[in-house]
Each structure stands twice: as structure tokens, then as C-alpha cells.
């Protein structure tokens, strides 16, 4: 038996370990509401900023490099009625959402 996957992460001085098991333990009922609030507002901010940056030119690029590489149908592009390859869609919308910096999850970085 894999002693590891059952080990408590107070047992064990790792921290990734630490926020793995609480990933995966934590339930939505023991959220603070505070805490689904700030998870909700994050949430639409950057499916709206994603939306409005398929409108932009780099959107647009990534959005047509997505639908032409083919594949499996399986998620859906924001802001288009089409589906392409869950991990096209999942690239696309990354962009989308940050190519206009209309999102407000990442508000500050380190000035090189």
C-alpha cells in the first residue's frame, strides 16, 4: 500500500501536498460566503473579458488557429457558437480573457 497517498499533510512537511488534500477534501457547504462571493465575481469578470476579447485582433487569431486545427468537438469558445478540442478552447479562452487586460484577477506585478 502507498503509505504517501494516505498520509495527513500535518504529518507531512509539504506544502503542495498541504493544498492538494484540501483541494480535495474541502467541500462547497464549508466555504465562507465571503469566500464564493470573491470566487463568483473573479469568475464572470474573466468569462466577460474573454468575451469581449474576441473582438480584438490577437482573439480573432487564436480563435481561427483553434477551429483550424480540427479535432474532437468537445468545449466551447466563448463569445462563439463553435466547439473545438477542449484544449484549443481552453488556450483561446486564456487569451481571450487577457488580451484586452480587462480583468481585474491579476491587478499588480513587479516592475523589471
Do not use: K
Not at 480563435?63 to 486545427?69: I, L
Request: charged share 20%.
Amino acid at each position: 500500500m502507498d503509505t504517501a497517498a494516505t498520509t495527513t499533510p500535518s504529518a507531512v512537511a509539504d506544502p503542495i501536498r498541504t493544498l492538494v488534500h484540501h483541494a480535495c477534501t474541502v467541500r462547497f457547504r464549508d466555504l465562507p460566503a465571503e469566500t464564493v462571493a470573491a470566487a463568483q465575481r473573479a469568475l464572470l469578470d474573466t468569462v466577460g473579458a474573454g468575451i469581449a476579447g474576441t473582438g480584438a485582433p490577437m482573439g480573432r487569431m487564436v480563435a481561427d488557429a483553434a477551429r483550424e486545427t480540427g479535432g474532437r468537438p468537445d468545449s466551447t469558445l466563448w463569445g462563439y457558437r463553435q466547439r473545438v478540442p477542449a484544449a484549443e478552447a481552453a488556450f483561446v479562452n486564456a487569451i481571450t480573457a487577457r488580451c484586452l487586460e480587462l480583468d481585474d484577477v491579476h491587478e499588480g506585478s513587479p516592475v523589471i
